[in-house]
């Protein structure tokens, strides 16, 4: 009797557990796996409603998309700080605590799309390995940039602002490296084409749906020809203007301070990872050079120990006095023994 009382209580408990969602969270682990060598783990689609704290900190690819995350809070990646690749794509994020993304600095690409967003956080464009942005489809209708310390420190190569109501170009100061942007889906009334001078290695940039004025269409395409770039994702200009109507931008974008600007930051940096490279070969070959000296010496110190460890084991010489004798002149220097005889 007793014991059909614990057993009805024990289930009773796992029921109300169940249902208050304890057994089902525990039952809908992350998925731990590995990707290119780096620790992944998948909490996708899961009704998470924070950044989860109890996971491996050395994750490297986080995917916490398809969730209802509402806000990220300044320690949400606190521990995470090994993250390369992080998903945060289809969640309901409306805001981002300062501090929220600092602590990721090995942070390579990051997919915010999606979201409720309003406004970029500025942390995102100073982290040091940033190169893929994506924060298309959320409604940056705040955003402002006058806070941001330009030239940014993410090495920027890929940026995805489609969909996401702007008026104009964000202008986030030179990016050296950026090579495709993607800001289709905007209502760019205001788009100027000297916005793109800070581009001077763009390759592909879509502004399709983008309510491009004639000329700014007319001088896009001018421009992607000039750089050599792909006008395949620009609208097709419909009549062609005059120049006096709409002037050649090249004054504006390749000819322009900032073009330039953007070029040499490149080459500075090519040039100063030449130097390095040579500093290394030179540093390297330094090394190499030590090595060798210290092991030439050690191998002679060796020889030597090992002659002198020789020296000691040959028997050592009897030094008898008369010897000894012999080696000085044996008239005029007298033993010991021999001072009786005087
Ligand atoms: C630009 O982004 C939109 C929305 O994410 C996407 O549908 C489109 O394919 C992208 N364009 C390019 C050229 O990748
Ligand atoms: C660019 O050239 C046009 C004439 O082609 C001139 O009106 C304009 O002032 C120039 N802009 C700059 C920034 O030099």
């Known amino acids: 009797m007793e014991l059909h009382w ?60 398809h969730n209802r995350i509402k806000k990220l809070k300044s320690g949400s990646f606190q521990k995470y700080t090994d993250i390369q690749f992080l998903m945060l794509f289809e969640n309901m994020i409306l805001s981002v605590e300062p501090g929220t993304f600092e602590p990721l600095t090995s942070l390579q690409e990051i997919d915010l799309s999606n979201n409720g967003l309003t406004t970029i956080p500025l942390e995102l464009f100073q982290l040091p390995r940033l190169r893929n942005l994506y924060i298309d489809s959320n409604e940056l209708t705040s955003l402002n940039l006058q806070a941001l310390e330009k030239p940014i420190r993410a090495p920027l190569e890929y940026l995805n602002i489609a969909s996401c109501e702007l008026q104009e170009l964000p202008d ?26 800070n581009l001077c290695h763009l390759q592909v940039i879509d502004l399709t749906k983008s309510r491009l004025s004639q000329c700014g269409c007319q001088q896009v ?79 002679r110190r060796k020889r030597t120990q090992r002659r002198m460890r020789n020296v000691q084991k040959r028997k050592p010489f009897v030094i008898s006095p008369k010897n000894a004798i012999n080696n000085r002149h044996p008239e005029d220097e007298p033993l010991h023994c021999d001072t009786a005889r005087k």
């Open 6 to 65: 614990q057993l009805l209580t024990f289930i009773v408990c796992l029921q109300s557990l169940r249902s208050a969602g304890f057994l089902q969270q525990e039952e809908r682990k992350c998925n731990y796996g590995r990707i290119a060598k780096l620790m992944r783990i998948k909490c996708y689609d899961m009704d998470l409603k924070e950044v989860p704290q109890n996971l491996k900190t050395s994750v490297e690819v986080l995917d916490l998309s």
């Open 172 to 197: 986030l100061g030179i990016l050296p490296k950026l090579w495709q942007l993607n800001a289709s889906m905007n209502p760019l009334q205001d788009f100027k084409i000297d916005s793109l001078a």
């Open 221 to 299: 395409t001018n421009h992607l020809m000039m750089l050599g770039a792909s006008p395949r994702f620009v609208p097709v200009c419909m009549e062609a203007l005059d120049i006096r109507e709409c002037p050649l931008p090249y004054n504006q974008t390749i000819h322009s301070a900032t073009f330039a600007s953007c070029q040499t930051t490149v080459e500075l940096a090519e040039t100063r990872s030449l130097w390095l490279l040579v500093a290394g070969c030179f540093g390297g070959a330094c090394i190499a050079l030590m090595i060798i000296i210290f092991w030439v010496i050690h191998c």
